[in-house]
């Protein structure tokens, strides 16, 4: 098992996605409206420094790098399944939202509400895997500099999806209403 849960496994899958997502990204519409420069500044720094804080173990963090997982504590596969599922789910929704996906938040030429897929139930399920896949790594990790991370990355796509949010129901008013209605934002709405 020890074998299976290694930084190369870990970091094999981030590959996978960002692969998919730079190959994927060449197949959009072009961008008709799109944030501010602060908003996507906003959220560059919010992930930048938690993608710095969960990756980087060669800097001295003080107190967060103790760990919250002991180490040598087995924790068996559960990081890796985590990482490939959030992964997989990005990577289903990003394929689902096709042509009209962006990193930043944009409305596309001749836009459509996307809602197959990941998108019939949650509406913001690619944040949603990249958080499930966040909190694998921050497990596998072990050391509370992983977990202001996850944090980060929450906080960080929780303001994102409120924009988007915004932006959404001002282009799609009453059927994007309708939409946040019967899905949820991060996780199923169960009911």
Do not use: C
């Amino acid at each position: 098992m020890a074998r299976l849960v290694s930084w190369n496994t870990v970091t094999s899958l981030w590959i996978v996605f960002w692969v998919y997502w730079a190959v994927s990204a060449l197949s959009v519409k072009p961008t008709r409206h799109m944030e501010t420069v602060g908003g996507r500044f906003r959220t560059a720094a919010g992930l930048g420094v938690a993608a710095f804080l969960i990756f980087s173990p060669a800097y001295h963090l003080g107190i967060l790098n103790r760990r919250f997982v002991p180490a040598g504590q087995r924790i068996g596969a559960a990081p890796i399944v985590l990482v490939a599922a959030g992964v997989a789910i990005a990577i289903w929704a990003r394929r689902h939202i096709g042509e009209f996906w962006s990193a930043q938040i944009t409305l596309k030429v001749d836009h459509q509400l996307v809602q197959s897929g990941p998108y019939s139930r949650v509406r913001h399920p690619i944040y949603s895997g990249i958080l499930l896949a966040m909190m694998g790594t921050t497990l596998f990790v072990g050391e509370w500099r992983a977990v202001v991370g996850l944090v980060l990355v929450f906080l960080t796509h929780g303001a994102k999806a409120r924009r988007e949010e915004a932006l959404l129901a001002s282009q799609f008013g009453q059927q994007y209403e309708e939409y946040r209605k019967r899905t949820g934002s991060l996780i199923p709405r169960l009911y």
